[in-house]
């Protein structure tokens, strides 16, 4: 972060409950949004992650200061292959999208252009299994 001059702030609620879950599926899940939140910064800027409760769920969001996601990109983001970066393959937020419903979560996106992005997961928090 420190090379990148992006801040990151850490806001997690110290009462989280456990949640069951694939650890290394979700890992890359959340390591795929803050990928892109850094490459989505690339002068510097801000990334938020949080993590709290509420109505039964475990939210947790990443939040960047970067360039947003255009209006018209903002509705085909999780589908497979599409892409607006160079050397992106399309893949990630498509994957992230698939490992996040398989724990019953949801993923969503708010964003304005030029003013940053956040993905918020809500998984709920007396899931059993996987």
Excluded: W
Aim: net charge negative; proline share 5%.
């Amino acid at each position: 972060a420190r090379e990148t001059n992006v801040v990151i702030i850490s806001d997690l609620d110290p009462d989280l409950p456990s949640v069951v879950l694939d650890r290394e599926a979700f890992h890359g899940a959340l390591l795929n949004l803050v990928i892109n939140a850094f490459q989505a910064m690339p002068e510097g800027g801000t990334l938020t992650l949080k993590a709290n409760t509420s109505n039964g769920n475990f939210l947790i969001s990443v939040t960047d200061t970067g360039t947003g996601i255009a209006p018209e990109n903002r509705r085909r983001i999780f589908e497979p292959y599409f892409t607006t970066k160079a050397k992106g393959s399309g893949l990630g937020l498509a994957i992230a999208r698939r490992i996040i419903e398989a724990h019953s979560g949801t993923i969503t996106v708010s964003s304005e252009t030029d003013q940053g992005c956040c993905f918020q997961i809500a998984l709920p928090i007396n899931r059993k299994e996987i």
